[in-house]
């Protein structure tokens, strides 16, 4: 069973970057297909990027693509968002999770409840 441990997370200026990581434990890493979701203040969580297994496939939402890359190394089972530029408005706590799926359906890579382990959550705070 996969355990998900993010870390990366911090308070930036606008423009600025961060990189999170998210550290999987588990023998099957390799196997996961890997999102990232956020959270802001009173809002529902939402989905910001994923990875199929292999690294071959990505998708994005439409407010950090262009500016975040989700990769993935699965000889150390981590899985990284790279975030430049970022906005006030990303300002959120960024959890990583994990789906035992193989295939790349857009559809399902991008679905909250297709995740059935997640991280404890790190938090990004960017200030204008």
């Known amino acids: 069973q996969a355990q998900l441990v993010e870390s990366g997370g911090g308070g930036v200026q606008a423009g600025d970057s961060l990189r999170l990581s998210c550290a999987g434990s588990?023998?099957?890493?390799?196997?996961?297909?890997m999102g990232w979701f956020r959270q802001a203040p009173r809002k529902e969580r939402e989905f910001v990027a994923a990875?199929?297994?292999?690294?071959?496939?990505?998708y994005y939402s439409d407010s950090v693509k262009g500016r975040f890359t989700i990769s993935r190394d699965n000889a150390i089972n981590t899985v990284y968002l790279q975030m430049n530029n970022l906005k006030p408005e990303d300002t959120a706590v960024y959890y990583c999770?994990?789906?035992?799926?193989?295939?790349?359906?857009?559809?399902?890579?991008?679905?909250?409840?297709?995740?059935?382990?997640w991280g404890q959550g790190t938090q990004v705070t960017v200030s204008s």
């Open positions: 999770a994990a789906q035992n799926y193989i295939g790349t359906r857009q559809d399902l890579l991008q679905t909250e409840r297709q995740y059935d382990h």
């Open positions: 588990g023998r099957t890493f390799g196997s996961y297909a």
């Open positions: 990875v199929n297994w292999s690294g071959g496939t990505t």
